[in-house]
């Protein structure tokens, strides 16, 4: 049963389009989507122990420590409703964190059997950060231009309000930019040598993208 689980992992910098395909994919599919940096968000919000751990490595664009996020992920993976798979998203983003992922899945019998990467030229992401407007409530995002919500300022699916990030400035993505080539693309490279990793030009319009992305998946449930 386990071994016929359906686990994803979503890559890409920052403002791919990786949270927007995500929720696509997970309600396409009913496996969950965990969302590290929506995860830390929430603890954030709800002031927890780790949430004030996290709050300044979040506020300066560094990548919160391996052992919190692991830990943190590694109990979201272990709820009932990840027992058939699951969607990461923004999770791994070290190498140390692709191993800890492996381990677990594998404990439970389980294996990644696909990597997505969205591609985006680095110089469209400042631009796409700069223009991303998240629900306080859901963390859904909106682009002006690209997705408008219906109703200025108000989330489209459950009427929350929407705000600008604080690491979406411009000094923030630039820094967030420059760990993701640092400790990310080791793990993009990590899940090209297995041989797992399929390549998604995210420039396209966000149902195109969708449309590539969902196309891939079903062509890995055709195989297994
Ligand atoms: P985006 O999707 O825009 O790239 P996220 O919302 O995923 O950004 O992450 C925001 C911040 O949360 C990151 O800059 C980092 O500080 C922290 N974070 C999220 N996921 C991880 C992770 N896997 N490891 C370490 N830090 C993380």
């Given at each position: 049963m386990a071994a016929d689980a359906l686990d994803l992992v979503l890559l890409g910098p920052v403002g791919a389009g990786k949270g927007t395909q995500a929720r696509r994919i997970s309600a396409r599919y009913g496996i969950p989507h965990i969302a590290s940096g929506d995860l830390l968000r929430a603890h954030r919000q709800q002031d927890t122990e780790l949430g004030r751990q996290a709050k300044s490595y979040m506020e300066r664009g560094a990548l919160v420590p391996d052992d919190l996020v692991i830990t943190m992920i590694v109990e979201r993976m272990?709820?009932?409703?990840a027992a058939h798979g699951v969607l990461l998203d923004g999770?791994?983003?070290t190498l140390a964190q692709a191993k800890a992922l492996d381990d677990e899945l594998t404990e439970e019998g389980r294996a990644l059997k696909l990597a997505i990467y969205l591609e985006v030229p680095f110089e469209d992401l400042v631009d796409r950060a700069a223009n991303r407007w998240t629900c306080r409530t859901c963390q859904a995002t909106y682009n002006y231009r690209v997705n408008p919500p219906r109703?200025?300022?108000?989330?489209?699916?459950?009427?929350g309000q929407l705000y600008q990030r604080d690491d979406d400035r411009l000094d923030v993505v630039s820094e967030r930019i420059k760990v993701y080539i640092q400790d990310t693309v080791p793990v993009v490279e990590y899940y090209r040598q297995q041989g797992i990793l399929q390549e998604i030009?995210?420039?396209?319009a966000i149902n195109d993208v969708a449309a590539a992305v969902l196309s891939e998946i079903s062509a890995l449930r055709a195989r297994a």
């Open positions: 272990r709820r009932p409703d999770f791994p983003r109703v200025h300022g108000v989330c489209d699916l459950d009427g030009d995210g420039r396209r």
